[in-house]
């Protein structure tokens, strides 16, 4: 794979995002005061500006066609049903009836851990984080309006168990992305994977338990409904099944919606209506912020900003552990400039082979590598979908979650002391041809 230097400048608009976004937080003291949306249209226009031997028609048509990319629009409709069935749940009671279940069967103090514990089932499950943020971060945001916990804590324990899964399942398409162009087995590369981060696992149940061990709920009804909980258990049951997520969701729209007519809790099919379109209309700015960083990092891309990221981390590799981190820092990179792991693998993927082929590193450690650490920064990024879609549920900012992203940055810490102490080790042939490269 031929790689070219490409062109640092092009990465302009990301500084320029960055720093409207976090930047005007800092000064202001309030992450809201800068809205989010025109910080990106700011930085798009920027974009667009850029690179001089292109007619402004082309880099529009460029912009266009990457705002308009089909996994983009998947990821739109998934918003704006997962605002509604958010909304038609609420308003039908399903939020209070499950926390006041959880509340009766869970110690107040194991409550996030018992999120994030099901967060990361459901994910490795169904393969997917955001169908796991979905179907789990109305549940959050009822148990933080219960109890004293923090809304920012409850959504970064659904996103931590979210991107365990995304990270581990074999149905994840970050995990199939990573095997496929790793050339390695699924089940091999999940073993080397799971032993990594396990320990991540572990370590950020223990932190949630200790931070929630004084938690007090203030329950405003006690007593649960068994049929208002049926829709999230109908979610969560067809997501499990491998039930697409659209169905899924607007099966779950129909459920809710169905039940709260029956007991009264919406008055007529017009109620229900209208909470269908306040749920939507609620992730209209998700919405529109997901189509305009795509089509920002489409031009970006054009203008050779990607490039210069993919030869900037492969320069200087002279050894098989070098080799491996700048898997990592490649991954990476690429991750924090599209917003996508998948496609940040998709990207890196063909250039980590080769690398990898070169320093005879296994291809179950370069796949792992991979998937770890664009789960690392997806999980972190505030402008990513999965931060954007537990935040939108929330109505709070995605950065008031970093503080408790604890999951993402642990995984990213067992990924970098894998790779520096050769964890785990593989079979001894193996490892034969890994010494004989390295003292080569």
Do not use: W
Not at 47 to 54: D, Q, R, T, V
Not at 346 to 362: E, M, R, S, T
Not at 422 to 437: D, I, M, S, T
């Amino acid at each position: 794979m031929e790689l070219k230097k490409g062109n640092p400048f092009a990465l302009f608009p990301f500084v320029v995002f960055l720093v409207l976004f976090i930047g005007s937080g800092i000064v202001t003291g309030d992450f809201y005061q800068f809205p989010v949306i025109v910080a990106i249209i700011i930085a798009s226009a920027v974009a667009l500006m850029m690179n001089s031997k292109e007619k402004l028609s082309t880099k529009i048509e460029v912009f266009t066609k990457g705002a308009g990319n089909a996994n983009v629009m998947l990821m739109v409709v998934i918003f704006l049903l997962a605002g509604a069935f958010s909304q038609v749940a609420r308003g039908m009671g399903a939020v209070e009836s499950t926390v006041n279940l959880a509340l009766s069967v869970v110690p107040q103090n194991l409550l996030i851990v018992g999120v994030f514990i099901i967060a990361c089932f459901i994910s490795i499950s169904m393969g997917t984080s955001m169908g796991t943020i979905v179907a789990l971060a109305p549940i959050g945001v009822g148990i933080s309006e219960q109890t004293d916990i923090s809304l920012a804590l409850s959504m970064a324990a659904i996103i931590g168990g979210a991107m365990f899964g995304d990270n581990l399942s074999f149905i994840s398409d970050t995990t199939i992305a990573a095997v496929r162009t790793q050339n390695t087995k699924m089940k091999d590369k999940f073993k080397v994977n799971f032993f990594i981060v396990l320990p991540a696992a572990i370590i950020t149940a223990v932190l949630f338990g200790v931070m929630t061990a004084g938690a007090e709920a203030t329950v405003t009804n006690e007593s649960f409904n068994i049929v208002k909980i049926l829709p999230y258990i109908g979610v969560i049951v067809a997501a499990l099944a491998g039930v697409n997520v659209l169905i899924v969701l607007s099966g779950g729209i129909v459920f809710a919606g169905a039940i709260g007519l029956i007991d009264g809790s919406y008055e007529n099919g017009m109620a229900l209506i209208q909470a269908i379109g306040n749920g939507v209309m609620g992730m209209e700015d998700l919405a529109m912020l997901a189509i305009l960083i795509s089509g920002m990092v489409e031009v970006v891309k054009h203008n050779g900003g990607i490039d210069y990221l993919l030869h900037l981390v492969t320069r200087n590799v002279k050894s098989p552990k070098g080799a491996q981190l700048s898997m990592a820092g490649l991954v990476s990179l690429t991750n924090l400039s599209t917003a996508n792991n998948t496609i940040s693998i998709l990207i890196a993927g063909p250039l980590a082979k080769n690398i990898a082929d070169q320093y005879k590193v296994d291809p179950r450690k370069s796949a792992s590598i991979l998937d770890i650490f664009s789960c690392t920064f997806q999980g972190l990024i505030p402008y990513g979908a999965q931060m954007l879609a537990a935040a939108g549920v929330a109505s709070i900012s995605p950065l008031s979650i970093l503080q408790y992203s604890y999951y993402p940055i642990l995984i990213g810490v067992c990924g970098l002391l894998a790779i520096l102490f050769g964890f785990p080790r593989l079979n001894k042939q193996e490892e034969v041809h890994v010494e004989a490269k390295e003292v080569m």
